[in-house]
T-cell receptor, first 112, second 112 residues
Framework: DGGITQSPKYLFRKEGQNVTLSCEQN?????MYWYRQDPGQGLRLIYY???????QKGDIAEGYSVSREKKESFPLTVTSAQKNPTAFYLC???????????FGDGTRLSIL | GQQVMQIPQYQHVQEGEDFTTYCNSS?????IQWYKQRPGGHPVFLIQ?????EVKKQKRLTFQFGEAKKNSSLHITATQTTDVGTYFC????????????FGKGTLLTVNP
């Protein structure tokens, strides 16, 4: 089955620690995205990548970093500079522009 | 920047009642997409509207795209408990057909 796999499902971060969320897709999609969702809120874009080795900041990129070394992988690092990281993180992909986005199951990040 | 507003934020209905959520964009959209997120789940694509005045139906769901391509609505006839979830609209941000701006969503709860 083709899809998007996010791991881990739950993640706990200690103060001052960087953590990396994994996102892998086997849909052969060109573009990939990271969103943050807070309770009762919509989806806010952190970073997106249209092609390999290229990515753009979204609306709330501060305190986050990404890489896109392979088409199928788009990991997100939540750095210690992100002071309020507790949220639900969703990875998505799309085949090309103006196409529907396919989402992974998400990672719930909490502070210890 | 572009804003996508959705109303209402919450809607509670009795099973069998109808439900409508409205989406308004601050800019003209090339297309609009609708997603549904079940509690604890991830957003799932429902439909994309492209043409001015377009109306599409999926069983009990009716989607409309306004003539000016700045607003849209989703209407559910005779709600069922399986309709529970948050419904999001999303439109491409001006200048980038890869980047979507999501509304904050309408949370629908259904009393059996």
């Amino acid at each position: 089955d083709g899809g998007i796999t996010q791991s881990p499902k739950y993640l706990f971060r200690k103060e001052g620690q960087n953590v990396t969320l994994s996102c892998e897709q086997n849909l052969n999609h060109d573009a990939m995205y990271w969103y943050r969702q807070d309770p009762g809120q919509g989806l806010r874009l952190i970073y997106y990548s249209q092609i390999v080795n290229d990515f753009q900041k979204g609306d709330i990129a501060e305190g986050y970093s990404v890489s896109r070394e392979k088409k199928e992988s788009f990991p997100l690092t939540v750095t210690s500079a992100q002071k309020n990281p507790t949220a639900f993180y969703l990875c998505a992909s799309t085949r090309t522009q103006n196409q529907p986005q396919h989402f992974g199951d998400g990672t719930r990040l909490s502070i210890l | 920047g572009q804003q996508v507003m959705q109303i209402p934020q919450y809607q509670h209905v009795q099973e069998g009642e109808d439900f409508t959520t409205y989406c308004n964009s601050s800019t003209t959209l090339s297309n609009i997409q609708w997603y549904k997120q079940r509690p604890g789940g991830h957003p799932v694509f429902l439909i994309q509207l492209v043409k001015s005045g377009e109306v599409k139906k999926q069983k009990r769901l009716t989607f409309q795209f306004g003539e000016a391509k700045k607003n849209s609505s989703l209407h559910i006839t005779a709600t069922q408990t399986t309709d529970v979830g948050t419904y999001f609209c999303a439109g491409p941000e001006g200048g980038s057909n890869y980047k979507l701006t999501f509304g904050k969503g309408t949370l629908l709860t259904v009393n059996p």
